[in-house]
């Protein structure tokens, strides 16, 4: 991951100077989706990075101990290593960028990853998720149990009632007691994007958030009713790239939620690598949240290998 952003002074002079031209947004949003997809080889290689980007994700109220594990073991082997050998890209070390739970399954995760000796990332959402209306020492200890058992990173969610109401200093600090809570973790910033209401909004959190320490801003808990979306990631990356003009550090981008085909995955690469470049097309400033994505990826790649599809039972989770 990117080097810990150690945040800046709240500029609210900045925040208050912002607007966003939402045709504009909406415009260059189109343009992206409306970009001629890679084919072959080209577009097999591209989702295999997609998939070192991904953090592998089980947000659900019945995960278990033994599906944690599955999850884990899937984030190791992500592709079958059949395909992959036959791509000559069973050695390249392809894993997921990290593997994402509740704090509660986090100590089950670190125990399955290193039994198989991998140094993979666990990754923790914390601070009253997903709506984050928790009493504040609540959130905070969340946060330190989660590091305490072993999360490396740490996804926290905004509190979306200060960003509503324009309380931008009181969400600077709320969000700068978690940077310090988290410690050593890394801290990626949910912003809750379908909560903010608009784009303007949207564009003042992500400063503050970064502001105040995060290491990546994420669109989203994906338990909204609205994820992530293109428009609203050209605001978000805008932000990103706004903020590393300002202070020469970079933050990174993490789209959550809704994503779930192979062919999306190659719209949010090509979105990183025109707004923010080459330097944010890795695991250290890009990753994708999500839960069934890799099925579609891995699905794709036995077509490129096999020439035909394979039935969802022929690549298990684990």
């Known amino acids: 991951m990117s080097a810990r952003n150690p945040g800046t002074e709240l500029d609210l002079e ?8 939402t045709q504009a947004v909406l415009k260059r949003a189109q343009q992206i989706q409306g970009h001629k997809l890679l084919k072959k080889q080209w577009q097999a290689a591209w989702l295999l990075k997609a998939v070192t980007c ?29 395909l992959l050998q036959k791509m000559d890209m ?15 399954r986090v100590a089950d995760a670190v125990a399955t990853l290193k039994a198989a000796n991998s140094s993979l990332p666990v990754a923790s959402v914390a601070t009253g998720f997903p709506a984050g209306q928790t009493p504040l020492e609540t959130r905070l200890q969340e946060v330190r149990l989660a590091v305490a058992d072993g999360a490396t990173e740490i996804d ?36 809750a994007i379908g909560e903010l209401g608009t784009f303007t909004n949207v564009y003042k959190s992500s400063l503050v958030a970064m502001m105040a320490g995060s290491d990546f801003i994420k669109t989203s808990t994906g338990k909204e009713s609205v994820n992530a979306t293109y428009p609203v990631a050209i605001v978000m990356v805008r932000a990103i790239r706004d903020y590393y003009l300002s202070t020469g550090h970079k933050v990174g981008f993490k789209p959550a939620g809704g994503i779930r085909t192979a062919q999306e995955s190659l719209v949010w690469l090509s979105l990183m690598k025109e707004e923010l470049g080459h330097d944010w097309l890795t695991p250290h400033l890009f990753r994708l ?28 989770m684990a």
């Not at 208050?16 to 031209?21: G, I, L, Q, R, T």
């Not at 947000?59 to 992500?78: E, F, M, W, Y």
């Not at 109401?165 to 969000?175: F, L, N, P, R």
């Open 54 to 82: 991904i953090d592998l994700t089980t947000l659900s109220g019945d995960d278990t101990p033994s599906n944690v594990h599955r999850l884990c073991l899937k984030a190791i082997q992500p592709i079958r290593v059949d």
């Open 156 to 191: 926290i969610v905004i509190n979306r009632t200060l960003a509503l109401t324009g309380q931008w200093k009181a969400m600077y600090d709320e969000i700068t007691q978690f940077r310090e809570a988290c410690g050593h973790a890394h801290m990626k910033t949910i912003l």
């Open 90 to 104: 069973h050695d390249k070390g392809v894993t997921t960028a990290a593997v994402c739970v509740y704090p509660s």
């Open 289 to 316: 949240g999500a839960s069934s994505l890799l099925a579609d990826i891995e699905r794709q790649i036995y077509h490129h290998v096999t020439g035909q599809y394979a039935a969802y039972h022929q690549l298990p």
């Open 14 to 21: 900045w925040i208050s100077k912002v607007k966003v031209n």
